[in-house]
T-cell receptor
């Protein structure tokens, strides 16, 4: 039972480079989300998905793209890295709502990204 | 501007003291969740509250959802060093889960 797996754990990019952060879950969760975490700002939602083929923007989507071709995978693409994208990135997944109650999100262990 | 405002931002207390963390919003949430995060790890769910006025207890932790479902509180009784961590509230807003900025709790022995 791997849960949510994020790769890589650490990455250093030069300004202008592109890369993809990988996220995979094996719990058959429909809902998946990407967050970034910066000091003093909690977790801010970048993009989210409610099922394969369906994605939407969160609070801070600029500079990031996502796609959801399968239930298991939800990669996050940085198109042209900028120093402002230096952050810790978390992927999370959930079953969503069961009746009126939302199930909790399961988080990966994060990717620490530095853009120089 | 974040949908959810948490206070205080930082709390440093002695072992055995009680504390309360607050989570406030001008929006109504269908569900509100509390998570705890330790350094180098992702957040872990503590509780979900749904009904206005709902109170849930988890050992020494008591969670309350406001009557109007716009605010919540987390009360810890007799805090222990093992309670140290970042406490985050999160609200379900449509199909999204949005987080407050968090409260860093440090419990000194």
């Amino acid at each position: 039972n791997a849960g949510v797996t994020q790769t890589p754990k650490f990455q250093v990019l030069k300004t202008g480079q592109s890369m993809t952060l990988q996220c995979a879950q094996d719990m058959n969760h429909e809902y998946m989300s990407w967050y970034r975490q910066d000091p003093g700002m909690g977790l801010r939602l970048i993009h989210y998905s409610v099922g394969a083929g369906i994605t939407d923007q969160g609070e801070v989507p600029n500079g990031y793209n996502v796609s959801r071709s399968t239930t298991e995978d939800f990669p996050l693409r940085l198109l042209s890295a900028a120093p402002s994208q230096t952050s810790v990135y978390f992927c999370a997944s959930s079953f969503g709502a069961t009746g009126a109650r939302w199930n909790g999100y399961t988080f990966g262990s994060g990717t620490r990204l530095t853009v120089v | 501007t974040q949908l959810l405002e948490q206070s205080p931002q930082f709390l440093s207390i002695q072992e055995g003291e009680n504390l309360t963390v607050y989570c406030n919003s001008s929006s109504v949430f269908s569900s509100l969740q509390w998570y705890r995060q330790e350094p180098g790890e992702g957040p872990v769910l503590l509780v979900t509250v749904v009904t206005g006025g709902e109170v849930k207890k988890l050992k020494r932790l008591t969670f309350q959802f406001g009557d109007a479902r716009k605010d919540s509180s987390l009360h810890i009784t007799a805090a222990q060093p093992g309670d140290t961590g970042l406490y985050l509230c999160a609200g379900v807003y449509g199909n999204k889960l949005v987080f407050g900025a968090g409260t860093i709790l440090r419990v000194k022995s």
